[in-house]
C-alpha cells in the first residue's frame, strides 16, 4: 500500500480520509520537521504531506538524489518552504492548497485593519490592566476606514477578495500595485510602482507570494513613503517586510500602526516589536478556522489520490 508521511497532526476529517486511502504515518509534533525527519520523509514514503516551516531545500534533495517519495502535497497556498525547481530535478511533483484560504485570509487581513486603525489591542490592554478609568471623548482616537484608501500590495486571488471586502463592505477607495494588468469587478486605480501606491494610501495591505522575488519587498524606502497617518497589514509572509525597518519606521511614527499576522523570523517575535503599543500581533491565525483547513487537508488528499491514480493533479505548483 502506497505510504504516505503526514508532517503535522492534521484535522481528524482529514486524517480519516488519508487514511482510507493510503498507509499513514502522521507525525505528532507541531513544529518543523527536522533534517534527519526530512531525509526519512523522502526516503521511506511515497508521498509526504509537508507544511509551512518544512525547510526542503536543494540541500536536502541534494543529499538524497534518489528518493522514494514522489510528491510533496503541501498544506498551505504558500511553498516558499520547498526549493521546487530541485523538487523537480529530484523527480519529485509539489502540489498546493489553493483557492481554500482565500477568504478566510482575507476576513484576518480585515481583522488586523480594524484592530490597528481603531486601536482595539491598546484598548484591551488597557482594560485588562485594569487602568481604565471610563469613557471620555479624547480616549484613544483612532481612523475611522470608511471613505479611506486601502493599498494592496500583490491583487491576487487574497488580494481581490480584501479589496472587495474594504470596496463594498466599508466604502473604501482601492488602489494597488501587481505585477500583470487585471480586470476586476469593482473600481480600483493601479499605481505604477510600489512607493507610488505607499504615499497614496491610508493603509497598506502585503498580500504577495513568498520566496526570493518578494524578501524585504516591504523595505526602509517604502515605509518612509507612507504617510504619518498610515498603517501596514501584512497578512503575506513574515519576510516581505524588512522587520528591523518597520520597527524604526514604528518607533520614529513614521507611520501610524501596522497590524501583524507574519513574521521575519517566526515563530520569534522581536521584545522591541512586542513592546510596542501601535503594533496588532496575532499569532498566524490567517487560515485558522476548522472548515478552512478541513477543506485544506481534503485538497491535499485530493492531491495525492490524482497522483498516484496516474491522474493530473488538480493543484500542481
Known amino acids: 500500500m502506497t505510504k504516505v508521511f503526514m508532517a503535522r497532526p492534521l484535522p481528524e476529517e482529514v486524517q480519516t480520509a488519508a487514511k482510507a486511502l493510503f498507509d499513514v504515518t502522521v507525525r ?3 513544529g518543523p520537521l527536522t533534517e534527519a525527519e526530512m531525509a526519512t520523509a523522502l526516503t521511506d514514503y511515497d508521498g509526504v504531506i509537508p507544511t509551512l516551516g518544512d525547510l526542503f531545500s536543494a540541500e536536502i534533495f541534494a543529499a538524497h538524489p534518489n528518493p522514494r517519495c514522489r510528491i510533496l502535497a503541501n498544506f498551505g497556498v504558500g511553498f516558499n518552504h520547498i526549493d521546487v525547481g530541485a523538487a523537480r530535478q529530484a523527480g519529485i511533483v509539489v502540489t498546493n492548497t489553493p483557492g481554500a484560504v482565500t477568504d478566510a485570509t482575507a476576513d484576518v487581513a480585515l481583522t488586523l485593519m480594524l484592530m490597528s486603525a481603531r486601536r482595539a489591542g491598546e484598548g484591551e490592554r488597557l482594560l485588562r490592566a485594569g487602568q481604565w478609568e ?3 471623548p479624547t480616549q484613544l482616537l483612532g481612523m475611522h476606514l470608511g471613505g479611506k484608501t486601502v493599498g494592496i500590495v500583490g491583487l491576487g486571488r487574497i488580494g481581490q477578495a480584501i479589496a472587495r471586502r474594504c470596496h463594498f463592505g466599508f466604502g473604501m477607495n482601492v488602489a494597488y500595485h501587481s505585477r500583470s494588468p487585471k480586470s476586476l469587478d469593482f473600481p480600483a486605480v493601479a499605481k505604477e510602482s510600489l512607493v507610488a501606491l505607499a504615499e497614496a494610501v491610508d493603509v497598506l495591505v502585503v498580500a504577495v507570494p513568498g520566496g526570493d522575488e518578494t524578501h524585504h519587498l516591504i523595505d526602509a524606502e517604502v515605509l ?3 504617510r504619518a497617518s498610515a498603517h501596514l497589514i501584512n497578512i503575506a509572509r513574515g519576510n516581505v517586510v524588512e522587520e528591523a525597518a518597520l520597527i524604526n519606521a514604528l518607533a520614529l511614527g513614521q507611520i501610524a500602526g501596522a497590524g501583524l499576522d507574519v513574521y521575519e523570523f517566526e515563530p520569534k517575535v522581536p521584545e522591541t516589536l512586542i513592546a510596542m503599543e501601535n503594533v496588532t500581533l496575532l499569532p498566524h491565525l490567517g487560515t485558522a478556522a476548522l472548515g478552512v483547513r478541513e477543506e485544506m487537508g481534503l485538497m491535499t488528499v485530493k492531491n495525492l489520490d490524482a497522483f498516484f ?6 493543484n500542481p505548483v
Open 134 to 136: 471610563g469613557w471620555h
Open 309 to 314: 491514480k496516474d491522474q493530473p493533479v488538480p
Open 28 to 30: 505528532q509534533d507541531t
Open 224 to 226: 518612509g513613503a507612507m
